[in-house]
């Protein structure tokens, strides 16, 4: 097998534009997956950027004979894999036969039933409104004008586009629709009655991709819905022999966001938006009416009451008045579940799937959003009974922010990994980087693990900057001195900075305090949506991009646009963060070096590897922590970085930088003038 999988990467490499040749740590990845199929063992692989580690693990996984699921980060990857990647590696190696498939939450796929509903009543998609009600929608609508018109475009785009559609993915679209648009037409896991008690199941979508994926040898989804088939019990996905898992530092965190339940007032009110076209349309005061009121009224009080509570981690069961307000939202779900229960039956039959004469896109035999809603309505006091009395193996809290929430999660996901997926089938699990004892904290026991490193000449290309001698961030006039360091990095850069932050606070102060010293446009996260922003970033001379967490992982801005990046700290988890601080409970004596330090270096990593993204690329990783060359530990953080030349001298990563910025400059003029040319 080894033998024979190497000369396939080697055909598929051979046959991309450009016509390169596999790289060693290719081929040795490739080599490891292909054994770990066909032995039947598990292989934890580091890959470094530039390895090309998606060939790595599809051209085994097409020659192994077995259905192997591959599980993405994101569904931008899954696309590019479903779009780009398989559909290569078939055409080379066409005497497979290798069929594939890429599969999504339900919420990603049109619901033909919502269609039909809308279009059975005559009723165009409303949106905003109070709870639901038709009447003041309708008001909303007028009185927002310009806004509703706009929605309403988008609206008419789907209807258009869902009578060509052969797949329902949202993908498709030329245009991404406002989240209250596609809402409207699409509905959640937690909303479907399923295939066989929907009027619309034969003609469904989402049923028609998992039909596609059960036929399939290779079938991408992403991580969460790796997640939700684990805390569905294995129900969600095709029945599969193997699991490659890319991006498998976020395995973890996905998978206990997944596991876990939260209750806010949002999905409060989000039944009673369901709920009230069924029991209590128009204006009229009614029972109903009341009870739908009654529970706007306990979300109201949930809110207030969570609200005033941001960030505590709640010990037990609680019994105070959160515990009170639990145990009268639950009994309010349950007579509004159960009204809409008896609803649902006196809509019609939902055990008999079909739709009415007409063909597909006609109405369907009956109105399911009684069902839907009651679906909505269970899983919600479900979930908030779930809270009511947490397991000792969970960990509840108060989730802080605009929105709270109260929420449970496991502390240690391992368990369900073990029983769902460890002793079930071959895993792989790879990334560029990974924390370190990651196979052993989730659950994989024995496993082999390998780190083909990275093709790109990081010593040569790369310098890592350590600014030691910055004061303690305690001390005053500490964050003054990062700003002067920021500064004096961009000039030196020439803009092309990307800066990341540990905090939106320091991210604000920072940028406020650098673009009044710049000449350079100094972009700001929250400015526009993170793609516009990268957009911006790439089209903009001299851009520089100042973010938090959500810009560590997932961004990729190849060539002298980005020469430098600039982390203020080292990115340890806060130390009141509830979940961390239940597991640091559970490690004990040890806490830190298994729980605080892996989780600091893999997603240091991750921000460092957002500089050096294909071969040509230069510059310098700023980190502007003093901690990374004078703690204990740098070393493990250290070694966890892209192994660049090091520095704790800013005169030197400013002289790379403005080499970097001059040759940028040159080459930029070198292509104008070709260009103007031709």
């Not at 699921?69 to 080379?92: M, S």
């Not at 109201?300 to 009451?305: F, G, I, M, P, Y």
């Not at 806060?574 to 040890?590: C, F, H, Q």
Request: with cysteine; aromatic share 4%; net charge neutral.
């Amino acid at each position: 097998m080894p033998t024979d999988v190497e000369a396939a990467l080697r055909r598929v490499v051979g046959r991309l534009p450009g016509a390169g040749e596999a790289r060693p740590g290719q081929v040795e990845m490739a080599t490891a997956v292909a054994s770990a199929l066909a032995e039947r063992h598990h292989l934890v692989v580091q890959a470094g950027t530039g390895t090309g580690k998606s060939l790595a693990y599809l051209v085994p996984a097409a020659l192994s004979g077995q259905r192997v699921v591959v599980a993405t980060a994101t569904k931008a990857l899954q696309d590019q894999l479903g779009d780009k990647d398989l559909p290569f590696v078939a055409d080379a190696l066409s005497e497979r036969g290798l069929r594939f498939a890429v599969l999504k939450g339900r919420s990603n796929y049109l619901c033909r039933q919502r269609l039909d509903e809308a279009a059975a009543a005559g009723q165009q998609v409303t949106f905003g409104g109070a709870d639901g009600d038709a009447e003041a929608a309708s008001r909303d609508q007028r009185g927002r004008g310009g806004e509703v018109g706009r929605l309403g475009a988008q609206a008419a785009a789907v209807v258009a586009w869902a009578a060509e559609t052969a797949t329902g993915d949202r993908a498709e679209l030329a245009d991404e629709p406002d989240p209250r648009v596609w809402a409207s037409f699409s509905v959640t896991a937690e909303e479907c009655p399923g295939k066989a008690r929907c009027p619309s199941g034969s003609d469904c979508f989402a049923e028609a991709a998992r039909e596609r994926a059960a036929e399939a040898d290779v079938v991408v989804v992403n991580l969460h819905l790796l997640g939700a088939h684990l805390a569905a019990g294995g129900t969600v996905l095709p029945e599969h022999d193997a699991l490659v898992v890319d991006e498998a530092h976020a395995l973890e965190d996905v998978v206990t966001e997944c596991l876990g339940r939260a209750v806010g007032a949002g999905r409060l009110r989000g039944v009673v938006a369901a709920a009230r076209p069924v029991l209590a349309p128009g204006r009229r005061p009614s029972a109903d009416r009341r009870l739908l009121d009654d529970l706007v009224e306990a979300a109201d009080r949930l809110e207030a009451v969570l609200a005033g509570r941001p960030g505590e981690r709640l010990a037990a069961a609680p019994s105070d008045e959160l515990g009170d307000l639990l145990e009268l939202v639950a009994a309010r779900l349950e007579r509004v579940e159960g009204l809409l229960r008896r609803r649902a039956e006196a809509a019609g039959s939902p055990g008999s799937p079909g739709r009415r004469p007409g063909g597909p896109g006609g109405a369907g035999e009956t109105d399911q959003r009684p069902a839907r809603a009651a679906l909505v309505a269970g899983r919600l006091r479900a979930d908030v009974v779930a809270l009511q009395a947490p397991s000792a193996d969970d960990v509840a809290w108060i989730e802080a922010g605009p929105h709270p929430a109260l929420v449970v999660a496991p502390i240690d996901v391992a368990p369900v990994l073990v029983d769902q997926v460890w002793s079930k089938r071959t895993v792989v699990l790879t990334s560029a980087t990974l924390p370190a004892g990651v196979a052993a904290r989730l659950g994989a026991g024995e496993a082999t693990t390998l780190d083909v490193g990275s093709p790109f000449a990081y010593e040569e290309r790369g310098l890592l900057y350590c600014a030691a001698h910055l004061p303690d961030r305690r001390r005053p006039g500490a964050e003054a001195a990062i700003h002067d360091e920021l500064t004096a990095l961009i000039e030196a850069a020439g803009g092309r900075t990307l800066g990341l932050f540990t905090s939106r606070a320091a991210m604000e102060r920072a940028a406020a305090a650098v673009a009044a010293r710049v000449t350079w446009p100094v972009l700001v996260q929250g400015q526009a949506g993170k793609q516009a922003l990268l957009a911006r970033f790439v089209a903009e001379p001299g851009a520089c991009l100042f973010a938090t967490m959500g810009f560590w992982q997932g961004v990729d801005v190849p060539g002298a646009t980005l020469s430098c990046v600039v982390i203020d700290r080292i990115p340890f988890p806060r130390p009141d963060d509830p979940l961390v601080s239940a597991r640091r409970d559970r490690a004990g004596p040890s806490a830190f070096r298994t729980v605080d330090l892996p989780r600091a270096a893999s997603l240091l990593a991750q921000g460092a590897g957002r500089l050096i993204r294909t071969a040509a690329d230069r510059g310098v990783v700023a980190v502007l922590d003093s901690r990374l060359a004078t703690a204990s530990y740098r070393w493990d953080l250290v070694r966890a970085l892209p192994p660049m030349r090091r520095t704790r001298h800013r005169a030197e990563a400013e002289g790379f930088l403005r080499a970097v910025h001059a040759e940028a400059v040159l080459a930029e003029s070198a292509a104008a003038q070709g260009a103007a040319g031709q």
